[in-house]
């Protein structure tokens, strides 16, 4: 007979399967999260869902409003910039200590040549999906499970601020071929200049999300 799995373990494993359907872009902000349906198609207690929306309200990904329910976040001008800070940290320093050769290049590589793939199409959403593939990758070159399980989390709340931008070509496409030169800086051996690259690259899209949510105001 198979051994359940411990409480805690299964909270943190349902966790990163929202947090996957985040980044993947199928759970959108201001989508309400049903316990009934979740719970269900999770194939885990309400009870446990409950502890699962706990954690995740703590990393800012879902909120809880009176009356209302759960949902998912939509992240404010503080938490973008934050998330853009961590990520200059760790992504700009991962590319500087990085080797050509490691594993994760090669998925790099892979999230670039789909990326492109799916731009052919105009399939906007599924081209975010792999830029997000792409920086997880790029992250897993430090080689530190702690910096991916930050990073994870990070990955979900800026999918989520994507949520500014109306537009997704204009999100997206730019950023495409700016992957692709900063892998071939990796590949040559130019790590310092790839990082100076990924720094330029975050400050570009962090002022694109913050003009994007700026915008949102003025309108309302």
């Keep these: 007979m198979k051994k359940a799995a411990p409480a805690q373990t299964l909270i943190e494993r349902t966790a990163q399967t929202v947090r996957a359907s985040i980044i993947a872009g199928d759970l959108i902000p201001g989508t309400r999260l049903s316990e009934a349906h979740l719970s269900e198609q999770l194939g885990i207690s309400r009870n446990t869902l409950r502890e699962v929306f706990r954690l995740l309200t703590q990393e800012g990904l879902v909120r809880h409003e009176p009356h209302r329910g759960v949902s998912v976040s939509l992240p404010d001008v503080a938490s973008i910039?934050?998330?853009?800070r961590i990520r200059r940290l760790i992504e700009c320093d991962a590319l500087r200590g990085a080797s050509a050769f490691h594993p994760a290049v090669a998925r790099m590589a892979e999230a670039v040549d789909a990326a492109r793939q799916h731009q052919a199409k105009s399939e906007w959403r599924s081209v975010g999906t792999e830029n997000m593939a792409f920086h997880i990758a790029l992250v897993e070159l430090t080689d530190s499970e702690r910096l991916m399980r930050l990073y994870r989390q990070v990955s979900a709340e800026l999918r989520l601020a994507?949520?500014?931008?109306n537009d997704h070509a204009l999100l997206h496409a730019p950023y495409i071929e700016k992957n692709a030169a900063i892998l071939g800086l990796l590949r040559a051996g130019k790590n310092d200049e790839a990082a100076e690259a990924m720094n330029d690259y975050l400050n570009l899209s962090e002022r694109?999300?913050?003009a994007a949510l700026a915008r949102q105001q003025q309108e309302r």
């Excluded at 910039?81 to 853009?84: G, M, P, Q």
């Excluded at 994507?162 to 931008?165: M, Q, V």
């Design 81 to 84: 910039i934050d998330i853009y």
């Design 162 to 165: 994507f949520g500014h931008l």
């Design 208 to 210: 694109t999300v913050l």
